[in-house]
């Protein structure tokens, strides 16, 4: 079992489903330093009103399986952006354009993400390497 994932960010975005109608529906979403996570709302709560419930089960997202975040359009006070699985998978999602959006903030998390993964397969080859012994090509004659 792992220790629980530090949280980035935590609010609304907006996702399209990916039904026949495509409707647009809220999720509560919390970046973590491994992933997404995406909550649905149980109740019939509007916005961030206090009553609306946020279901205990997620959808989850993880930066492994993601390609990158793509298609950003500003629409009427809105971000529009797509998040691209590795399967070639996309989701669309939605957010107010204000503040800091979520698509800079999920893409920089899956860079940072990326970069860790690459410094340790770095780490992993050398130490392999040096497990199997000298080459000879940086020792002194």
């Known amino acids: 079992m792992s220790f629980p994932a530090k949280v980035?960010?935590?609010?609304?975005?907006?996702k399209r489903s990916s039904g026949l109608l495509q409707l647009w529906k809220k999720k509560r979403c919390v970046l973590t330093e491994e992933g997404l996570r995406l909550h649905n709302c149980k109740g019939g709560g509007g916005d961030?009103?206090?009553?609306?419930?946020?279901?205990?089960?997620?959808?989850?997202?993880?930066?492994?399986?993601m390609a990158t975040v793509d298609c950003v359009?500003?629409?009427?006070?809105?971000?529009?952006?797509?998040?691209?699985m590795v399967t070639?998978?996309?989701?669309?999602?939605?957010?107010?354009?204000?503040?800091?959006?979520?698509n800079a903030e999920i893409a920089l998390a899956l860079v940072r993400f990326k970069n860790l993964q690459a410094v340790q397969t770095g780490r992993n080859r050398h130490l392999s390497t040096a497990h199997l012994g000298s080459t000879g090509e940086d020792e002194e004659l």
């Open 8 to 14: 980035m960010r935590d609010g609304l975005l907006e």
């Open 48 to 65: 961030d009103a206090p009553s609306a419930a946020w279901s205990s089960k997620a959808k989850e997202l993880r930066f492994e399986r």
């Open 73 to 84: 359009e500003y629409k009427r006070g809105l971000v529009y952006f797509t998040v691209v």
């Open 88 to 102: 070639g998978k996309e989701i669309d999602f939605r957010c107010p354009q204000d503040g800091t959006a979520w």
